[in-house]
């Protein structure tokens, strides 16, 4: 296994745009580039109250990046290429949204890594 050299990252913690006391719905978003010209977005999901099979549809500040199938209230989406074209530009500062029928459950900004 080698070891690859992260040359840039930015990330997101997505927080509950609402909700209860005891129910945290909770996601984070990873966007990595690597020394060997590889790119990576990585897109986590937990403790979202959606029936088993809800699309969350990702955004960054409108546009989608990502759709997740959510299973047990938990969904990924892991995506690496060396085509940059395949992996989504993303800028420290820009808005991160999660939303399942058009409702946006979960929300965070970029931050540099």
Not at 5 to 14: N, P, R, S, V, Y
Not at 41 to 67: H, M, Q, Y
Not at 69 to 75: A, I, N, S
Request: proline content about 4%; charged content about 35%.
């Amino acid at each position: 296994m080698s070891i690859r050299t992260i040359t840039f990252e930015l990330e997101a913690k997505l927080k509950a745009t609402a909700g209860g006391l005891f129910f945290k719905p909770r996601g984070k978003v990873e966007r990595k580039s690597y020394g060997d010209a590889t790119e990576r977005l990585k897109v986590k999901v937990s403790n979202l109250k959606v029936p088993d099979g809800s699309e969350a549809i990702v955004t960054v500040d409108g546009e989608e990046i990502a759709r997740i199938e959510v299973m047990g209230g938990r969904g990924r989406f892991d995506e690496e290429s060396r085509d940059p074209a395949m992996i989504p530009e993303l800028q420290r500062g820009q808005t991160i949204e999660v939303s399942v029928g058009g409702e946006v459950l979960l929300r965070g900004n970029l931050y540099v890594d």
